[in-house]
């Protein structure tokens, strides 16, 4: 079984930054493409950014230049570090991975981890 376990949201004010970690343990052989999407109340679920095993990133326009997105695949773990933070970048964050086992590939997410950005 993989799990996807993320730490690091809570409430910060506007202007503030957090960072997010996901790390990936179970039963797999390797992390392909891991990444960060949200959702706020009413929405979709959105692409923030996504990063490859060889360190290729991707972002959401919304996001660039604030967020950078990063990993270590010793740790198997996907971070992403917000600054700048604003009040429209409250919602729930989810961490994705695709995954290498033993029948292929396949995606993962966590449970996500509330971001809050309010004076």
């Known amino acids: 079984q993989v799990e996807l376990v993320e730490s690091g949201g809570g409430l910060v004010r506007p202007g503030g930054s957090l960072r997010l970690s996901c790390a990936a343990s179970?039963?797999?052989?390797?992390?392909?493409?891991m990444g960060w999407y949200r959702q706020a109340p009413g929405k979709q679920r959105d692409l923030v950014a996504t990063?490859?095993?060889?360190?290729?990133?991707n972002y959401a326009d919304s996001v660039k230049g604030r967020f950078t997105i990063s990993r270590d695949n010793a740790k198997n773990t996907v971070y992403l570090q917000m600054n700048s933070l604003k009040p429209e970048d409250t919602a729930v964050y989810y961490c994705?991975?695709?995954?290498?086992?033993?029948?292929?590939?396949?995606?993962?997410w966590g449970q996500g981890t509330q971001v809050t950005v309010s004076s």
């Open positions: 994705y991975a695709n995954l290498w086992g033993d029948i292929g590939m396949d995606d993962y």
């Open positions: 179970g039963s797999f052989f390797s992390a392909n493409t």
């Open positions: 990063i490859t095993s060889v360190h290729n990133t």
